[in-house]
């Protein structure tokens, strides 16, 4: 069945990666990116066609809830979710900015729940699926991530309580935990030291990652799980 698909930074990376694939599977796709040329851009490229590009700061609560009405009067009511905007400002936490652990923490774990919150209201009467994307490290750490670790950890929290919330209501509610995957985040990383403890030796493609997402978003009997796409990362560390 197809569905109205919200894709928060679905611009580019892993969350571009989501909507394609469910472009390709016939849903219909809301791309959402802080710029807002480049949200229609990626809209403009999926297949398909009557996709919709959208720009929306996460970390605001009143222009989520005004980006859900346009949501709601031009295309109808949400489907599915994924969370997949995301920002890392990493140093040692001696070294870390007040400034940059906020904004960390407003993206990353407050965005999620202000976007979840907004989409729930579409959801309600009909049934759903949320997929926030965390990452290994907010699993098992990281040096020098100590902020970044703590808004992806949050994030697990949150997933398993709020799909303990509305699973009376059809609503599902999971995670994706990416290791290294080859974006913009992790450019110039591949000859790190990590790299060579990856388990499957390379890093992972933002469309191994949206394979996963665009799982949990349709499997109907699954949720509150997190589900780590990462080579075997985590048994390294």
Avoid: W
Wanted: glycine content about 12%; overall charge positive; hydrophobic content about 45%.
């Amino acid at each position: 069945m197809s569905r109205l698909v919200v894709v928060f930074g679905g611009s580019r990376g892993i969350g571009q990666a989501v909507s394609q694939q469910l472009a390709q599977r016939g849903h219909r796709v809301v791309v959402l990116s802080r710029n807002q040329e480049a949200a229609q851009a990626a809209a403009d490229s999926l297949p398909g066609g009557q996709h919709l590009g959208l720009s929306c700061d996460v970390s605001k609560e009143e222009v989520v809830r005004r980006t859900f009405e346009t949501i709601s009067k031009r295309c109808g009511n949400v489907g599915y979710l994924v969370n997949a905007a995301g920002i890392n400002r990493d140093a040692i936490l001696l070294r870390s900015k007040s400034e940059d652990m906020v904004s960390v923490l407003h993206t990353n774990l407050l965005g999620s729940m202000l976007t979840s919150k907004a989409a729930l209201r579409s959801m309600l009467s009909h049934g759903g699926a949320i997929v926030n994307i965390g990452s290994v490290v907010g699993v098992k750490g990281n040096a020098g991530q100590c902020v970044y670790s703590a808004s992806k950890a949050g994030l697990e929290g949150f997933t398993h309580s709020l799909a303990k919330e509305v699973a009376t209501r059809n609503i599902r509610v999971n995670l994706v935990a990416p290791g290294f995957i080859r974006t913009n985040m992790t450019a110039g990383l591949e000859n790190n030291e990590a790299v060579r403890r990856i388990p499957l030796g390379r890093f992972g493609e933002p469309a191994e990652v949206a394979q996963a997402v665009v799982f949990l978003l349709e499997s109907p009997y699954i949720t509150g799980q997190i589900l780590l796409v990462d080579g075997g990362l985590q048994l390294a560390l």
